[in-house]
């Protein structure tokens, strides 16, 4: 079955500092990855999304992703954070029956 | 083009009523995914349904919640006789029949609180 766990339930950055959020998978089949960000009292919004193409993903906002097999995983990076970025991000894996299964989420925070 | 609606935005019943949430999916779009958001947690799925067919319905409670997806109008997510536990927020996504590259479009929620 496909898990994905993301470490860390809470990170704080400085506004300009590189934003590193976590995130590894479990998958006996080769997955599709996706990041997903949700502000307060939001939906899920898709930041990028991994599909076997390249494996440094560029996304909107400035972020991507580098899909990493033999590690396992699919970390999230910005080079500069900015106050709009604090929100919650979730990391999914496609299941089975086309379902995505996500992570508990991290809780990005940037501080002046 | 709206994205996927999802209405109520905010529910409130009292224990023992019934909720209804509805998800009408993007245009074009044939496949909807039910999900759950406790507080502090990640978003636990639900189901997963297409036209009149439920494919996946393995995270959903045994009792009391049902889903469907009529061939005329929105996806319904139904809970009967709600307790405390059931107050979080749900979320609908659509996806387009043809694979991982598109991905989901989230609703964004309906949040029930039983009071």
């Known amino acids: 079955a496909q898990s994905v766990t993301q470490l860390g339930s809470h990170v704080s950055v400085s506004e300009g500092a590189l934003v590193l959020l976590r995130c590894n998978y479990s998958s006996s089949v080769p997955p599709y990855l996706f990041w997903y960000v949700q502000y307060p009292n939001q939906g899920l919004q898709l930041l990028l999304k991994y599909t076997s193409a390249a494996t440094l993903v560029k996304g909107i906002n400035g972020f991507e992703a580098e899909f990493k097999k033999s590690e396992t995983s699919f970390h999230l990076t910005k080079p500069s954070a900015h106050m709009s970025d604090a929100a919650e991000y979730f990391c999914a894996v496609s299941g089975d029956t086309d379902k995505l299964i996500f992570g508990t989420g991290t809780r990005l925070q940037v501080f002046p | 083009n709206a994205g996927v609606m999802q209405n109520p935005r905010h529910l409130v019943r009292r224990r023992g009523q019934e909720a209804r949430l509805r998800c009408s999916p993007m245009k074009g779009h044939s496949h909807v995914y039910w999900y759950r958001q406790l507080p502090e947690e990640g978003l636990k799925f639900m189901v997963y349904?297409?036209?009149?067919?439920?494919?996946?319905e393995s995270g959903m409670p045994k009792e009391r919640f049902s889903a469907e997806f009529p061939k005329e109008g929105p996806s319904i997510l139904r809970i009967q006789q709600v307790v405390r536990g059931d107050s979080a927020a749900y979320f609908c996504?659509?996806?387009?029949?043809?694979?991982?590259?598109?991905?989901?479009?989230f609703g964004s929620g309906t949040r029930l609180t039983v009071v």
């Open positions: 996504a659509s996806s387009p029949p043809t694979g991982w590259d598109y991905g989901y479009t």
């Open positions: 349904l297409q036209k009149e067919n439920i494919i996946d």
